[in-house]
């Protein structure tokens, strides 16, 4: 109960530290929503997304599971990106993992974990599909540092193929799609890919080389 009590302690906090500043701050805010960004993450509560990014209320959109998937069974993640995109006319759609993801880290391992799995197959097939690059990288740190970011770009990829994607861009340049890493360790945010604008450019997320998304 003291975790619980803190919680509504910090609101009852920060709500009178910021209307003491700008006593009109969240009137403003109540009516209408006009996001730029949708954000697919991951449930991980390491992962502040907007604290990092210091977006206002009302400027981001925002949908989180395990290991920041976008599946194209997935229901939810769908429904989430036909509204943004649709109704609210977000320009950027941005996937964003984290090194150190435990979804990622179990998908890695032979270990089974229950229902779970059927999430963490997607994962598990990327690292399949990369198997021969992965065994090059010696350290296993660095090879699951890897994995994070092949994840990133296969979900930018998945969002690219859907119909509700599809359909924008056969109307004009628009949404964006950008896969970012998010960096636990030092809290900096790490692009893998930005600005995916058609089909040319999703493509080449699913060859894109090493040396082209850091180190």
């Known amino acids: 109960m003291e975790n619980l009590k803190r919680l509504f302690e910090n609101n009852r906090s920060i709500v009178a530290e910021v209307t003491q500043a700008d006593p009109e701050y969240f009137a403003r805010r109540a009516g209408k929503q006009e996001p730029h960004f949708l954000l697919i993450g991951c449930a991980d509560s390491r992962v502040p997304i907007e604290t990092l990014t210091g977006v206002a209320p009302g400027e981001m959109f925002v949908h989180r599971n395990i290991a920041n998937q976008a599946l194209s069974a997935d229901i939810n993640v769908l ?21 150190q993801c435990g979804g990622v880290k179990a998908a890695m391992g032979d270990q089974s974990y229950g229902l779970v799995d059927y999430w963490l197959a997607g994962i598990r097939d990327t690292v399949r599909r990369h198997e021969f690059e992965l065994r090059r990288i010696s350290s296993d740190e660095e090879r699951f540092k890897r994995v994070v970011e092949l994840n990133v770009m296969r979900q930018v990829y998945n969002l690219s193929r859907t119909p509700v994607v599809q359909g924008a861009w056969s109307r004009g340049r628009r949404p964006l799609l950008h896969g970012l890493v998010y ?9 893998l890919v ?21 180190d």
Do not use: F, W
């Not at 990106?81 to 759609?93: F, N, T």
């Not at 960096?183 to 692009?191: A, E, Q, T």
């Not at 930005?194 to 850091?214: C, F, H, M, Y």
């Open 183 to 191: 960096d636990i360790h030092d809290g900096l945010l790490k692009p």
């Open 79 to 99: 429904s989430v990106l036909q509204y943004a995109v649709e109704v609210l006319d977000v320009k950027h759609v941005m996937v964003c993992g984290h090194y």
């Open 194 to 214: 930005l600005q995916v604008d058609g089909n040319d450019k999703a493509r080449e997320l699913l060859e894109t080389p090493r040396a082209s998304i850091g």
